[in-house]
């Protein structure tokens, strides 16, 4: 059974930075791919940026630029480096493991972007 789990949220003020982190347990994490999703109260979980098992990524175009998405296979650990905070990337932050089978997702984060 694939456990993850998301430390890291908080509050920060607009242009501030934050890292989340990821943590996972199991043997797929290496041959998989890594998500970080978010969703605000009324709004359907969007996609944020996703990491390939070979290291190629994406980014949603409001983060691009912001944003950047690492892994450490040897720590079965993923994170989101998140720079210039806007107010709009205040939301619920899930990270996600896309297994071949079954994708594996946390209880997410609170991140808070107010001044």
């Known amino acids: 059974q694939v456990q993850v789990v998301e430390p890291g949220g908080g509050l920060v003020q607009p242009g501030g930075s934050l890292r989340l982190s990821c943590a996972a347990s199991?043997?797929?994490?290496?041959?998989?791919?890594l998500s970080w999703h978010r969703q605000t109260p009324g709004k359907q979980r969007e996609w944020v940026t996703t990491i390939t098992s070979d290291g190629s990524t994406n980014y949603r175009d409001s983060v691009y630029g912001r944003f950047t998405i690492s892994r450490d296979n040897a720590k079965n650990m993923a994170y989101l480096q998140m720079n210039s905070l806007k107010l709009e990337d205040t939301a619920v932050y899930y990270c996600?493991?896309?297994?071949?089978?079954?994708?594996?997702w946390g209880q997410g984060t609170q991140v808070t972007v107010s001044s």
């Open positions: 199991g043997s797929i994490f290496s041959d998989s791919a």
């Open positions: 996600g493991i896309l297994g071949k089978r079954s994708s594996y």
